[in-house]
């Protein structure tokens, strides 16, 4: 969803998107998302490289995590398939090809 504006005598007001899926009991507006998407039947692709990306990115049907990062090492020791990269353009050319 996208961020809501409110307008008064005061003037805008830019409000975050409207929460609607709250995900095991995280308030995190990554893994929101992943689940809305997998809620309608859609394809995800997940790029990240925090730990705060581990439990929306497992949830996604590919995972490209930055090489050495955090979502790297946690992906490869809980055996999590993941695609590392260093740059965007490994991310596209391996889209291309695939």
Known sequence: MAPQIKL???????LPP???IVSFG???????????????????LY???GLSDFAPASLADMIFAVK?????KKCRID????KPFNDFD??????ICN
């Not at 995280?26 to 995800?44: G, I, Q, W």
């Not at 050495?68 to 790297?72: A, D, P, Q, T």
């Not at 490994?90 to 889209?95: A, G, Q």
């Open 18 to 20: 409207p929460r609607t």
């Open 79 to 82: 055996g999590i398939a993941y």
């Open 47 to 49: 790029i990240g490289d």
């Open 90 to 95: 490994e991310i596209k050319n391996f889209l």
């Open 26 to 44: 995280h308030s995190n507006f990554k893994m929101d998302l992943v689940v809305r998407l997998k809620l309608s039947n859609r394809k995800v």
């Open 8 to 14: 008064d005598s005061s003037g805008a007001t830019l």
């Open 68 to 72: 050495g990062s955090s979502l790297e």
